[in-house]
């Protein structure tokens, strides 16, 4: 079975804390997306990264990073936690290399930054 | 511009009802994915349907069906005979493998759905 999973479901870190969230996919999968969820916004695409070390930004990256060593693995990295990153954060993968293929999506991380 | 737009954020029905889920999106390709997940309150979207530009015909699974039509840039998602189980936020989503994010998927921002019993 298909599985994207997520280091924690639940996260709360203090403003300027370095924060770490961590996705992991057993598919073998070649692209991996990071998401942030916010009412109202839907799913806004923070990085995504096509290939081991290679990362590439999407509309939202500001005050994060990511970091691909391994295929399976892909961190989101927030450098110094502010009040407006609280959120939920979403891992997804997928096989493709040309688009047009379904995301397969983790369970998803709230993280609070107070 | 927004490139997918759900302009029902909520809708409530009650059990047994049908309910439609608009979505309408913009794109320059003559080649594009169009995607429903549906993201019960667990919180993990679930993949629906994934439908390209070339196939008109619409679809249908069970008690969900989808009306595809490009002349109004529209992909409906209709859930007949609704079910307590249905309520979860419905996400629609493009892809255009063309562009220079092929990979990505742009997401509408959400419709609510709740089924009350």
């Known amino acids: 079975d298909v599985k994207v999973t997520q280091s924690s479901r639940y996260l709360v870190k203090r403003t300027g804390e370095k924060v770490f969230l961590e996705c992991v996919q057993d598919?073998?999968?070649?692209?991996m997306f990071w998401y942030r969820q916010d009412p109202g916004l839907g799913l806004r695409l923070i990085y995504f990264?096509?290939?081991?070390?290679?990362?590439e930004k999407g509309d939202i990256p500001e005050g994060y990073s990511v970091s691909r060593e391994k295929k399976e693995r892909f961190s989101l990295i927030l450098e110094s936690a502010s009040t407006n990153q609280t959120s939920m954060y979403l891992c997804?993968?997928?096989?493709?290399?040309?688009?047009?293929?379904?995301?397969?999506f983790g369970p998803g991380t709230r993280l609070t930054v107070l | 511009a927004q490139k997918v737009t759900q302009a029902q954020t909520e809708i409530s029905v009650v059990e047994k009802e049908d309910v439609t889920l608009d979505c309408v999106y913009e794109?320059?390709?003559?080649?594009?994915?169009l995607f429903w997940y549906k993201q019960p309150p667990s919180g993990e979207l679930v993949f629906l349907i994934r439908?390209?530009?070339?196939?008109?015909q619409n679809e249908i699974s069970g008690r969900y069906s989808w009306n595809f039509q490009k002349s109004t840039s529209s992909f409906n998602f209709t859930i007949t005979a609704s079910q307590v189980v249905d309520s979860a936020v419905y996400f629609c989503?493009?892809?255009?493998?063309?562009?220079?994010?092929?990979?990505?998927?742009?997401f509408g921002s959400g419709t609510q759905l709740t089924v009350l019993p």
């Open positions: 439908r390209n530009s070339f196939d008109e």
């Open positions: 989503a493009l892809s255009e493998p063309s562009s220079g994010s092929a990979r990505q998927l742009t």
């Open positions: 997804a993968s997928s096989p493709g290399f040309t688009g047009g293929d379904e995301q397969f």
């Open positions: 794109t320059r390709d003559t080649t594009y994915y």
């Open positions: 598919m073998d999968h070649e692209n």
């Open positions: 990264s096509y290939d081991v070390k290679m990362k």
